[in-house]
């Protein structure tokens, strides 16, 4: 849907009503978070931090808030050794593995951006512990994390 | 353990309905009629061709007490057949005064009414009435703002729950004077105007996926629905009305029953029927499959064969799609076959692939242990 059809004066800024500027603090903060982390190549342990209350909305000013932190989502899903994925993924509740599966999604619909070998083994070790439900989910949900 | 019954060609049997001997059953194949079959010492034969509606039959309901069938169709008319001395069924219109489709039916429990789910936002609740010898229409409209997908009665024949596209769930009284005493309070509130809302549940506060079939518990206590989103979730109202929710990794649900206060069969696009338990906190768990997938042979050197050869006849390959389970498609229609809500010891389910196949729970409750009543 392109910036022009939005009639911003309808849609609500957030689920949660945080504002846009506060999603934007919050994407920054995770951003020096991953690079800590990245640095000392303990990407593992931030999952839960950086998957937490994503910006999900469809009121364009969050959409700056929402390019950053598809990079940030996707720089961390690459950072990881596919050996590790499956303990990463037995680490994470319900809700995280939720927003991940919808980050996968988002990946996939934007090949030219991603590197889509790290996408489909997360993918596939998501559905062993998910199954096609947590696909459903996905589908079913309308809430969008990225244009 | 599970019987196989095949009616004709492999169209997708939409709906089914069963009378109160389960001698006869009606099922409609994806068209405007309603084939009536009769159980003899041959196996089942046609017997007749209910054709009155115009376009696809969506649900067929069968009063067990007072023998009259209920169909309702996308031409948003509802017919009640009622079968003569002769054995031939008679139609009379009922005007539901809907301007869509009609998509649900179900008769009350004391026969004296019944309710039909539309896509025109409304549920028209119909009785008849003796003066003027014809069906009367009442409608449900707030706050309806979506097509109703699935409708069910409480036993006290006066509470609907309803569930809808807009991934809500909404239990109404369809109290109508004329015909009716006025009903005691039970747990869902004292209050009951006709068209009164009683209570609303949401599958999810986002969303949530299309409601595709509602229950309430033999005694009306509890209300289950499942949703497009793989889920299946339960509301108590005794409990202050709490909803506990339980995202399953299957396929989305489809069709579901209660067949003891505490179980329930589940089916839909996964081919084999599910069985859920709710323990006495009133949480759900998910329990095994009605049918392990049996196990489907395909040699190596003839799957390559086969390959080569279609490609030859067909000009392409062709996948092998053949399913584990015994139906081949998704589940639409499932129906208490011998018991009730308090116990069921039969159930029968109709799919996609046109089969209907009929599940004894007893001597499958001697594999699963979960089964046993």
């Known amino acids: 849907m392109a910036e022009s059809d939005v009639e911003t004066g309808d849609i609500a800024i957030s689920y949660t009503g945080r504002s846009a500027d506060d999603y934007m603090n919050q994407v920054q903060q995770n951003q020096r978070t991953f690079q800590q982390a990245a640095a000392r190549?303990?990407?593992?342990?931030?999952?839960?931090?950086?998957?937490?209350?994503?910006?999900?909305?469809?009121?364009?000013?969050?959409?700056?808030?929402?390019?950053?932190?598809?990079?940030?989502?996707t720089d961390l899903l690459a950072s990881i050794r596919t050996s590790d994925i499956p303990d990463v993924?037995?680490?994470?509740?319900?809700?995280?593995?939720?927003?991940?599966?919808?980050?996968?999604?988002?990946?996939?619909?934007?090949?030219?951006?991603?590197?889509?070998?790290?996408?489909?083994?997360?993918?596939?070790?998501?559905?062993?512990?998910e199954g096609v439900g947590g696909i459903m989910r996905v589908m079913t949900d309308p809430r969008s994390a990225a244009l | 353990?599970?019987?196989?019954?095949?009616?004709?060609?492999?169209?997708?049997?939409?709906?089914?309905?069963?009378?109160?001997?389960?001698?006869?059953?009606?099922?409609?194949?994806?068209?405007?009629?309603?084939?009536?079959?009769?159980?003899g010492p041959g196996g089942w034969k046609q017997t007749e061709v209910l054709a009155q509606h115009d376009l696809r039959v969506n649900d067929i309901d069968w009063a067990p007490k007072t023998n009259r069938i209920v169909t309702c169709s996308a031409d948003r008319n509802a017919y009640v057949w009622v079968q003569g001395p002769d054995g031939k069924w008679k139609h009379t219109l009922v005007l539901l005064r809907i301007n869509r489709a009609a998509t649900c039916v179900r008769w009350s429990p004391q026969e004296n009414k019944f309710a039909v789910g539309s896509g025109a936002r409304i549920i028209s609740v119909c009785y008849f009435e003796q003066e003027n010898d014809w069906w009367v229409a009442k409608h449900i409209r707030k706050p309806l703002r979506s097509t109703i997908t699935t409708i069910d009665w409480h036993p006290n024949n006066i509470l609907l729950a309803a569930g809808s596209t807009d991934f809500?769930?909404?239990?109404?009284?369809?109290?109508?004077k004329e015909i009716e005493p006025k009903p005691a309070a039970t747990e869902w509130g004292a209050k009951m105007p006709f068209t009164n809302l009683m209570a609303e549940f949401s599958n999810s506060p986002t969303g949530g996926g299309w409601i595709h079939a509602v229950s309430f518990s033999a005694d009306g206590t509890r209300l289950a629905w499942v949703g497009h989103d793989s889920s299946i979730a339960i509301a108590d109202a005794p409990n202050g009305m709490v909803m506990m929710k339980l995202k399953t990794s299957l396929l989305p649900l489809l069709t579901m029953t209660w067949i003891s206060p505490n179980k329930i069969i589940a089916a839909g696009h996964d081919c084999v029927p599910v069985l859920f338990t709710v323990d006495s906190a009133g949480r759900l768990s998910q329990g095994p499959r009605l049918e392990d997938g049996t196990v489907i042979e395909a040699s190596v050197t003839s799957s390559a064969m086969n390959m080569f050869r279609n490609k030859d006849r067909v000009g392409q390959e062709l996948l092998d799609s053949k399913l584990s389970s015994t139906h081949q498609n998704q589940i639409c229609s499932l129906r208490i076959l011998d018991g009730s809500k308090e116990g069921a010891t039969r159930i029968s389910t109709t799919a996609g692939d046109g089969v209907l196949v009929m599940w004894d729970l007893q001597t499958l409750s001697a594999k699963i242990q979960d089964l046993k009543l």
């Open chain 2, 1 to 39: 353990m599970s019987t196989v019954y095949r009616f004709g060609p492999s169209v997708p049997i939409q709906c089914h309905a069963w009378s109160s001997d389960r001698s006869a059953l009606a099922i409609s194949h994806n068209d405007n009629t309603v084939e009536v079959h009769q159980k």
């Open chain 1, 41 to 73: 190549n303990a990407t593992k342990s931030i999952f839960s931090t950086l998957l937490r209350d994503p910006p999900y909305s469809h009121h364009p000013t969050l959409h700056p808030a929402q390019q950053l932190n598809f990079k940030l989502i």
């Open chain 1, 89 to 129: 993924i037995s680490s994470l509740g319900p809700e995280e593995r939720n927003v991940m599966m919808k980050y996968l999604y988002q990946c996939m619909e934007r090949p030219e951006d991603v590197n889509c070998a790290f996408v489909l083994s997360w993918h596939e070790k998501l559905v062993e512990s």
């Open chain 2, 168 to 176: 809500k769930v909404r239990v109404f009284s369809t109290y109508i």
